[in-house]
């Protein structure tokens, strides 16, 4: 079973950025499609970005043009870089991989935007 580590969470004021970090145990990584959901205290959890083995990204309408995901094969890494934060972005983030049969999940890292 995979094993998923985030990191790079924290308090940010709005306005500022923040990246985040999922690194994956394993081989084929490359292979699987990886993303970020968020769940807010009280809310559902819900899809922020995802990227497919070939790079191809879906992103929530919230964070259109806010975030970016990206991942590096070579380190098993998938990345979510949040520039313009707003308060309402505020959640634990969770990393998902996704095998085609099975999803994997990591612990989450929560961010918090307020000044």
Known sequence: Q????????????????????CAASGTRFSDYTMGWYRQA???QRELVARITSSGN????????GRF??????????VYLQMNSLKP??????????????????GQGTQVTVSS
């Open 68 to 77: 970016t995901i990206s991942r590096d094969n070579a380190k098993n890494t």
């Open 2 to 21: 995979v094993q998923l580590v985030e990191s790079g969470g924290g308090l940010v004021q709005p306005g500022g950025s923040l990246r985040l970090s």
């Open 88 to 105: 309402e972005d505020t959640a634990v983030y969770y990393c998902y991989q996704y095998t085609g049969a099975f999803y994997g999940w």
């Open 41 to 43: 205290p009280g809310k």
């Open 57 to 64: 990204t879906v992103y929530a309408d919230s964070v259109k």
